[in-house]
């Protein structure tokens, strides 16, 4: 636990003490804010793809490739990570596949605060304490809502048939990257308050939607087990309170028509897992949620950097009340101790 505070002080350390705005004009300032920013992705980076045993999934996913590649289990996934599988089992080198899908969706969302964010500094710190562990656990799908969320450039470029092509390419890494398609209706169409309602409607209607998604096939062995998929049950209420807070402060700086879209996006993702489960329907969720590293700086933008700071230990209570709740876990520690591959010796795997 203590590896990952450290962690997130020294980048508060190395990145917050250049200001949690990107608005200055002096250049020889944004300069090193710059490097400072970019010195935190690569090292968060770094963590991410060098990391052994580290996350729920990560034993299942090293099955994969490890000893040897288990053709039965490779066959199941989608097309990328499937052929970064065997790209791995053809070097020899089953991290490989680790390193590949990590690299990848650390660049589409770092790359994505920096061109789009408001503060990329504030992006940074919510996307350390509230996603940042996705990526560690469910694998695929944050490797897909991150290139799902790199496409935010087309929605706001109004180009549906280059974000939809973006929302395919991701279904080839998880399938439930589908859902992400709605957000660029959201975004462009639909107002809080009917989104909101249609949402709370599909809560109260929960059973008649989810007759309707087994129908058709849709996420039906999940479905019929959402009793067998537990956790996350606490989550949920977070994103309410944050979206509720935003709300509020936008409303406070008359901001809040400029900020809506964000809100319908958000409040989709906060809804979803009283509809399909705190499990399933908080991972289909995150593809909204994760706009919250974009909306948040978009809302605090008119608050004084004094205001802004206060405002972020929100989310560094967040982290560590997320890292002692992992920690004391009954079944596993998912996260700690924190491993790297190339110190981890693996002859008692094969």
């Known amino acids: 636990m203590w590896f990952y505070i450290f962690l997130l002080l020294f980048v508060i350390v190395l990145s917050g003490r250049y200001v949690v705005t990107n608005e200055t004009t002096h250049l020889a300032f944004k300069s090193r804010q710059d490097i400072a920013l970019r010195f935190s992705y690569l090292l968060l980076t770094l963590v991410g793809v060098c990391r052994y045993d580290v996350g729920w999934d990560y034993p299942e996913y090293l099955s994969f490739v ?26 020899n080198f089953p991290f490989l596949f680790f390193i590949l899908i990590g690299l990848f969706t650390y660049s589409f969302i770092f790359s994505t605060f920096h061109k789009y964010s408001s503060s990329k500094y504030e992006s940074l710190i919510i996307y350390l304490c509230v996603f940042y562990f996705d990526s560690f656990g469910i694998i695929r799908q944050a490797f897909a809502y991150a290139l799902v969320f790199y496409g935010v450039k087309y929605i706001k470029n109004k180009q549906f048939f280059s974000y939809l ?31 909101l309602i249609l949402s709370c409607l599909g809560v109260i209607l929960k059973k008649i939607v989810l007759d309707r998604i087994i129908l058709f096939n849709m996420y039906s062995y999940y479905l019929n087990k959402l009793d067998d998929y537990q956790g996350g049950g606490k989550i949920q209420f977070f994103f309410i309170v944050v979206l509720l807070f935003l709300i509020f402060m936008s409303k ?65 209570i967040y982290f560590i009340l997320f890292l002692l709740v992992s920690i004391q876990n009954p079944i596993k520690s998912p996260f700690t101790p924190y491993r790297l591959f190339f ?8």
């Open 252 to 316: 406070f700086t008359k901001k809040y028509k400029e900020n809506e879209k964000y809100f319908s996006i958000l409040v989709v993702g906060a809804l979803l897992p009283f509809i399909l489960g705190a499990s399933l329907g908080g991972r289909l969720a995150l593809y909204f949620n994760v706009y919250l590293c974009l909306a948040w700086p978009s809302v605090m933008r008119r608050f004084k950097i004094s205001t802004k700071v206060i405002f972020l230990f929100i989310f560094y």
């Open 165 to 195: 092509f973006i929302c395919l390419l991701a279904f080839f890494i998880h399938r439930s990257s589908v859902v992400a398609i709605l957000i660029f209706f959201l975004y462009h169409y639909c107002k809080f308050i009917p989104t």
């Open 343 to 350: 110190l981890t010796d693996l002859t008692h795997l094969k």
């Open 66 to 91: 490890y000893p040897k590649l288990d053709l039965d289990k490779v066959e199941n996934l989608e097309l990328i990570p499937r052929v970064f599988a065997k790209i791995s089992e053809y070097v």
